[in-house]
């Protein structure tokens, strides 16, 4: 079955479900401190997430505010959105101020909740999550935690977190999902938008529905 890569990019990031406190010591390297825990982040709470929906999908089909509560619940804390919105802006966020960014972030993540989160009651039934490897990222970046989405009836997706400590907690700031790069996917739809317009404006015209994320369907 066809699925837009915006909802695998919000499934992805979905399943690697809520922050955990980074085992290292402070005075050790970031990428240092990242190693092994990163992973298990996201394959114990993919499990957990995979379960939930399962087990509560027949409520969450009837009740949108329930699943709606639960998206938010876990999206919002697992992935770094101001972060990734700087990423996303790109040349167009250089000096732009945290609450420019932050309005950004925050409309962007709503106009694809809005779309794209009742998708997530439409995936396999049996997903399971199967984690490949986990690297550290050039420059003590983080870590890149590589994994296959396994399906019924169909090939495995391969599905890359690029992860952060933020606060000794770990963050998503970037999902690609067979290869695709959720930053670089906005970051050139929204080049032309920000090259005409203020990035207040540009949410404003996401908040409003004007301007709608989009991106290719796999």
Known sequence: MKKSLLSLFIASALLAGAPIVAAAQASRPAAATAQGSASKLVLDNSTRVLSTLEERRDEFRKDRSALK????SEFTVVFDQNYAARLVLGVH???ASDADVKLF?????DNLMSRYGNSLLDFNQKLRVRVKSETSLPGNRGVRVSTELLRAGGEPIPVDYLMRSVGGQWKIFDVMVEGISYVQTFRNQFD?????KSIPQ???ELRSGKVKADAPVN
């Open 105 to 109: 972030a925050e409309a962007l993540s």
């Open 202 to 204: 540009v949410a404003a």
């Open 192 to 196: 032309g938008p920000l090259r005409q």
């Open 69 to 72: 509560r639960f998206i938010e």
């Open 93 to 95: 966020g250089r000096g």
